[in-house]
């Protein structure tokens, strides 16, 4: 019996260890889902422009300007011409001897008058009636009985800046020559130039002619006169 038991109580404890045992149940696990967005890319840097390389400066063109050649220059302007003198009244031309070359002791008469040139009139005229014939101060050029002559020349030392350039020729002028032989205006027509012009003015200032006459009477008058120079 006692076998028995014991084999009872064994099988009683085999069954127990073999039945399963109530556990308490576990914890739940809580699961939580986190939902991750999604990775965005950047987006990609803008593709670099290159700039257009800069144009090189181009050099600033040289502008070749031309020496302006010195002027060429010019003669002197005319000198004004002489004041017109206001019209004489003419002194009327009588054929005659002159009172100064009469006398008182004569006996028989004479027309007196202020020219022997012509016919004298029949009619005596009054000595007290006859003015002495005058010339004109001044005549145009080529009307004078005799034109003006050359009586002293002055000579001037060359001109420096024509010596240098080798340069000689005539100077071509006007000049007016007054009833007393002097040299009161001067033009210069032509000339070489380089100084030539301005001394031949200067030279034939001073020059002494012998006037123009008219009617045996001196006056002034214009003539063109020609100074040369010529290198040693």
Sequence with gaps: MLVLSFIGHATLLGWAATRPQHKPPPAPVVVEF??????????????????????????KPVVKVDTPKPPTPQPPPPNEPPPEQPPAKPVPVVVGLSLSSTTSGGSFAVPTGNTLMGKSDTKAVNPADVKPYAAPKYVPAGSADRDPELAQEVKIPYPEEARKAGVEGSVRMKILVDASGVVSEVTVLSGPGYGLNEAARDAVKKFKFRPALKAGEPVGTTMIYTYTFLLD
């Design 34 to 59: 986190v939902q991750v967005p999604p990775k965005v890319e950047p987006p990609p840097p803008p593709p670099k422009v290159e700039e257009p390389p800069k144009p090189k400066a181009l050099p």
